[in-house]
């Protein structure tokens, strides 16, 4: 098994130009929306070279029956292909879960395609729920399932090097 760590990740941190080039769209809404709160984290292996990324938004929703309600937004999850099935998306997940936690979200949530069966796989195991949705309206209907992680499967402490 390889060593690997999950960091918090800043603008001013050599693990941003990663985010930067895997999360594109995220980092521009991140820099765009004063009023949110954006988390980044990375993988990293001994050498910092950089395995994965994950990117939620935190703050209030600010529409629907959960409006003014904490909430948290999985923006992005990525884990390099040759090192998938190593548990760092797991690992990813559950920095995610914690910080959402810790400022007050009751929940997380996310959109998966219904074709992405490996990541409803993963999701499922981690213990997210779904919503089936469609966009009829869309010029090309999208199918996807919204997925929500409730704050009860607030995941365990993490342990020392993997």
């Not at 559950?94 to 409803?120: C, D, F, K």
């Amino acid at each position: 098994m390889s060593y690997f760590r999950i960091i918090d990740v800043s603008k001013n941190d050599p693990a941003w130009q990663f985010i930067r080039r895997h999360s594109p769209q995220t980092v521009g809404y991140s820099e765009n929306e004063s009023d949110a709160c954006y988390f980044f984290f990375a993988a990293t292996d001994s050498s910092d070279e950089c395995l994965g990324l994950c990117v939620i938004e935190v703050g209030p929703m600010p529409f629907g029956p959960l409006a003014g309600e904490v909430t948290a937004w999985l923006e992005d999850i990525l884990v390099l292909e040759a090192h998938r099935r190593r548990g760092i998306a797991t690992a990813l997940m559950h920095a995610a879960l914690r910080r959402a936690w810790s400022h007050g979200a009751r929940h997380m949530q996310w959109t998966v395609p219904y074709e992405n069966l490996t990541a409803i796989a993963f999701y499922r195991k981690m213990g997210a729920l779904f919503i089936p949705e469609e966009d009829p309206s869309s010029p090309n209907p999208e199918r996807y399932y919204t997925a929500i992680m409730p704050n009860a499967c607030m995941p365990p402490k993490p342990t020392a090097g993997k």
